[in-house]
């Protein structure tokens, strides 16, 4: 059986891991045109080099922006945002491998995050930069339609109130979708949606105040029933990024719960403007708060830092990783997979197919 699984793997360019993983991918500099999706161990630091790339022609990734894992499957959903397409690989997937499905139909456009909910059978996507669209989970190629669509809004409080969402989670509790959006105002906002919302509808609710500003990232932790946002502030020469934890159920103006800010953070932003903010993600197997910083034009002053995600205050993070070891361009939004091996899984330690 063991040696059936390990074939099975090998055949689709995967591995089991040996522990936990983090996953990067993002934007390639002006001088290329593809940029890989990076795996590294769940605590490496430092310049630790990834323990495999998913990457090459076979991949058909050109910008890995944002992924999400999902366990029933076994799988990974990676929105590849100029490649206009969510691609589906084996969680372990590694090298120049194909995907084992590609969502791509013209309806989806560019597309900058998504997140698939099993129970429901269905896949929620940011499509065009402007609305959720929501499509079969297992929907494959260019013509699957959606089956459902929260229309673009266009104007500040316009019905929908989606403008140019770019982040994206799900809200198993409240059955809601939430993303995180420029305002017609110039402001960021979170916005949330009944899953089963379709065409020109109101929200259900929208967090918005000096607490969402400047907003660059978004995650959701279903058990603890929080939701997190990574925003930017400038203090006189002081710019740094900083994490807001919210309940889950907030609206309106509501304040966070507590907030990750401080120097012992490392969350400090140098003043170029080419600096900033990329990405925020969540590894609900580790309890950990992600945070990818990057720069245009500077691979070399990319980090990835870990927070524990009950942190509160001016913490250090439990982890850095840093420069050019996460890529040649600018950073996505980094996610997790968890170390999912059963107790007795021993093949590739001790070499033998054993009972």
Not at 294 to 306: E, F, I, K, M
Request: net charge negative; hydrophobic share 40%.
């Amino acid at each position: 059986m063991r040696v059936r699984m390990l074939l099975g793997w090998m055949l689709a360019g995967a591995l089991p891991a040996a522990q936990a993983e983090i996953l990067i991918g993002g934007f390639p500099p002006f001088e290329q045109t593809t940029h890989p999706l990076s795996v590294f161990a769940s605590d490496a630091t430092g310049s630790a080099a990834p323990l495999r790339r998913l990457e090459g022609p076979a991949t058909q990734l050109l910008t890995p922006a944002f992924g999400v894992y999902e366990p029933g499957e076994g799988v990974i959903y990676v929105s590849d945002f100029y490649g206009e397409a969510v691609r589906v690989y084996p969680a372990r997937a590694g090298g120049d491998v194909a995907p084992l499905r590609v969502l791509n139909p013209p309806s989806l456009s560019q597309t900058r995050a998504s997140a698939p909910v099993p129970a429901h059978g269905e896949l929620l996507v940011i499509s065009t930069n402007c609305c959720i669209y929501t499509y079969p989970i297992d929907g494959d190629g260019a013509d699957v339609e959606p089956l459902r669509r929260i229309n673009w809004g266009g104007v500040q409080g316009s019905l929908t109130r989606l403008a140019n969402p770019f982040a994206l989670t799900y809200l198993p509790a409240s059955d809601e979708a939430a993303v995180l959006d420029y305002d017609g105002d110039g402001t960021t906002q979170i916005v949330f949606h009944a899953r089963t919302a379709n065409g020109f509808v109101a929200p259900t609710r929208v967090l918005k105040s000096a607490h969402t500003a400047n907003a660059r990232g978004m995650a959701h932790d279903p058990t603890a029933g929080t939701l997190m946002i990574l925003a930017e502030e400038t203090t006189g020469a002081d710019r740094h990024a900083l994490i807001r934890i919210f309940d889950a159920a907030a609206a309106g103006t509501a304040a966070p719960l507590r907030t990750i800010a401080g120097p012992a953070t490392q969350l400090s932003i140098p003043s170029s403007t080419s600096y900033y903010p990329t990405g925020l993600g969540y590894d609900a197997d580790l309890d950990r708060i992600m945070v990818a910083i990057s720069s245009n034009g500077d691979p070399a002053t990319n980090r990835l830092l870990v927070f524990d995600a009950t942190a509160d205050g001016d913490v250090a993070p439990l982890q850095v990783i840093e420069g050019e070891t996460l890529g040649p361009g600018t950073l996505g939004t980094p996610f997790a997979v968890p170390d999912v091996r059963e107790p007795d899984d021993i093949l590739l330690r001790d070499g033998f197919d054993g009972p």
